[in-house]
């Protein structure tokens, strides 16, 4: 069974960092690009960031581009987020998804995790 | 970036209705399409990808349909189950882009 589960989450002041990550169980973790999307409370889905399989190839949304950096460990089977800058408008639940391909090329997600809060406030 | 529009916001429906949803994507996204359903408190779930092709195990009252820019999801009898939020989302390039969601709501 493919299992996606998030950490980090928490209460964090503007301008601060935060990491947060996610580990998979379930399926070759190597084998799939792996995705971050969020969704702020009460309003849809944002996709924030993805990486391929080897991490040569990245993405990131227009509103995080430059402030967040993924990454993985496929030793660990264990996903990234490294959030820097944090805005309010940041403040979302964060999922970790699994692409259905592993470059990443054109990918839709077929497992979510239940994602973590991400709440900036001073 | 490529917006995608997806109508209505919400809707009332009652359980054996025929539902329809559309999304409009603002160049041909060359049927690079998926829809997820999301109910209160949980993940999205994969339904459809490539504009129509179900996923494994989704019933098949759901389907998709369309091409260039317009798409569709038709929910041929609805369930009790069904009522929830629906996105799409295109793939063709990124930042991969979702519609802003129709809330599926009962009668």
């Known amino acids: 069974e493919v299992q996606l589960v998030e950490s980090g989450g928490g209460l964090v002041q503007p301008g601060r960092s935060l990491r947060l990550s996610c580990a998979a169980s379930?399926?070759?973790?190597?084998?799939?690009?792996m995705h971050w999307v969020r969704q702020a409370p009460g309003k849809g889905l944002e996709w924030v960031s993805g990486?391929?399989?080897?991490?040569?190839?990245?993405g990131y949304g227009d509103s995080v581009k430059g402030r967040f950096t993924i990454s993985r460990d496929n030793a660990k089977n264990s996903l990234y987020l490294h959030m820097n800058s944090l805005r309010a408008e940041d403040t979302a639940l964060y999922y970790c998804?699994?692409?259905?391909?592993?470059?990443?090329?054109?990918?839709?997600?077929?497992?979510w995790g239940q994602g973590t809060l991400v709440t900036v406030s001073s | 970036d490529i917006q995608v529009t997806q109508s209505p916001s919400s809707l009332s429906a009652s359980v054996g209705d025929r539902v329809t949803i559309t999304c409009r994507a603002s160049?041909?996204?060359?049927?690079?399409l998926a829809w997820y359903q999301q109910k209160p408190g949980k993940a999205p779930k994969l339904l459809l990808y490539?504009?129509?092709r179900l996923e494994s195990g989704v019933p098949s009252r759901f389907s998709g349909s369309g091409s260039g820019t317009d798409y569709t999801l038709t929910i041929s009898s609805l369930q009790p189950e069904d009522f929830a939020a629906y996105y799409c989302?295109?793939?063709?390039?990124?930042?991969?882009?979702f519609g802003q969601g129709t809330k599926v709501e009962i009668k």
């Open positions: 160049q041909d996204i060359s049927n690079s």
């Open positions: 998804a699994k692409d259905t391909g592993i470059t990443g090329t054109h990918s839709h997600f077929d497992y």
């Open positions: 379930g399926f070759n973790f190597e084998d799939y690009a």
């Open positions: 989302q295109q793939y063709y390039s990124t930042p991969w882009t």
């Open positions: 490539a504009a129509s």
């Open positions: 990486i391929n399989w080897k991490s040569g190839s990245i």
